[in-house]
């Protein structure tokens, strides 16, 4: 598909995310925004002596992109970890624009 008049797509393959070019303006293209975005992937990995079942939750979580880790034993304590990475991350990302 042509694009419009003005307009450049750049395609990011390692990132799996295009930006469109419209003059001087950089703007993602909503169009090819990963569904599970990097900046959102955690690792997390069971104690050995975690048994969810019974609710001992005990473990490590790693935020991928910017490989902070936390240990954790209750799912608030995981929960915390998640929600301050990710918001520091959101705002990173919306103090770039």
């Known amino acids: ?3 419009p008049p003005g307009v450049r797509r750049f395609i990011d393959q390692s990132r799996a995310y295009s930006i469109i070019v419209r003059g001087d ?3 993602p293209d909503s169009q090819h925004l990963p569904a599970f975005p ?10 050995r002596t975690a048994h969810l079942a019974s609710g001992k939750v005990i473990g490590r979580v790693e935020h991928v992109a910017s490989r902070q880790t936390a240990t954790f034993d209750s799912w608030d304590n995981l929960l915390a970890f998640m929600q301050r990475v990710l918001g ?3 705002k990173t990302a ?3 624009r």
């Open 38 to 47: 990097m900046q959102s992937a955690f690792v997390v990995q069971w104690h």
């Open 94 to 96: 919306h103090e770039e």
């Open 25 to 27: 303006l950089l703007q």
């Open 1 to 3: 598909m042509a694009e």
């Open 88 to 90: 520091g991350v959101r």
